[in-house]
Nanobody, 122 residues
Framework: QVQFVESGGGLVQPGGSLKLSCVAS????????MAWYRQAAGEERDVVAT????????NYADSVRGRVTIFRDNAKNMVYLQMNNLQPEDTAVYYC???????????????WGQGTQVTISS
């Protein structure tokens, strides 16, 4: 049974930093691209950052590029998201998932975990 447990969220002031962690179980993350997504209230869930299996190449949404770093520890089956210079528009629930190609779409591979709430406010 595949599960994701995200942690590390919280309330921080604008300009602050957070490091999110995700422990995956039921599969080996070393075989998948892994990603962090976020969903703000009333909006769709969007991908924020992806780390691929080949050489740990990464890709970021324009809205976070330069402020966040995704990295993985295959031995621990964990994925992390270091977020710096956080802004109110980063407020959302953050989720991790594997990504897989399905019918020419690069999409979330498994059911979602509970996510971790990130709130940026002064």
């Amino acid at each position: 049974q595949v599960q994701f447990v995200e942690s590390g969220g919280g309330l921080v002031q604008p300009g602050g930093s957070l490091k999110l962690s995700c422990v995956a179980s039921g599969f080996s993350i070393s075989r998948y691209a892994m990603a962090w997504y976020r969903q703000a209230a009333g909006e769709e869930r969007d991908v924020v950052a992806t780390i691929y299996t080949a050489g740990d190449a990464t890709n970021y949404a324009d809205s976070v590029r330069g402020r966040v770093t995704i990295f993985r520890d295959n031995a621990k089956n964990m994925v992390y998201l270091q977020m710096n210079n956080l802004q109110p528009e980063d407020t959302a629930v953050y989720y991790c998932n594997a990504r897989n190609w399905v019918n020419s779409q690069f999409m979330a591979a498994f059911a979602w975990g509970q996510g971790t709430q990130v709130t940026i406010s002064s």
